[in-house]
């Protein structure tokens, strides 16, 4: 296809990491900092055609990180990481329906990151780093 000219759909002071896009670009999910020199970090869920934002998440003190959307156009469920508890986890976050789903790893040690959904949506990889050693789980 052709790029056509760009357009703003944000515009923030606050400093921002991404964006990551759903797979049919409707929505662009950003982290956006609490403030200057935060290193708090929630999620601003964009609607690309109109730049309304859709919702901001925020995690109380801890920090979130966008991983990506649900391969499946209209699908609105972005995995995420969160530190909220002092340590690392995964979570689902449905934008277009405003609920969120923590990954239970409680028996897990060490940080566990999203790394990618599977093809058809039904899956996550998961990257555990425990003890100097990496760990992929499904």
């Known amino acids: 296809g052709v790029l056509g000219s760009p357009r703003r759909i944000h515009r923030s002071a606050r400093f921002l990491i991404g964006p990551v896009f759903s797979h049919d670009g ?8 609490a403030g200057t ?3 708090q970090f929630g999620l601003v869920a964009l609607d690309t055609a109109s730049g309304r934002i859709i919702d901001e998440i925020r995690d109380g003190e801890g920090r979130l990180e966008a991983g990506e959307f649900a391969p499946s156009a209209g699908d609105g469920r972005l995995v995420a990481y969160s530190n909220r508890t002092g340590v690392g986890r995964p979570l689902v976050l449905d934008i277009t ?8 790893l409680d028996q897990l040690e060490g940080e566990v990151y999203p790394a ?3 093809p058809n949506g039904r899956q996550v990889l998961l990257i555990q780093f425990a003890r100097a050693v990496q760990r992929f789980l499904i």
């Open 116 to 118: 990618a959904w599977s």
């Open 97 to 104: 329906s405003g609920t969120r789903t923590d990954i239970a």
């Open 26 to 33: 409707a929505i662009a999910v950003v982290a956006a900092s």
């Open 37 to 39: 020199g935060s290193l």
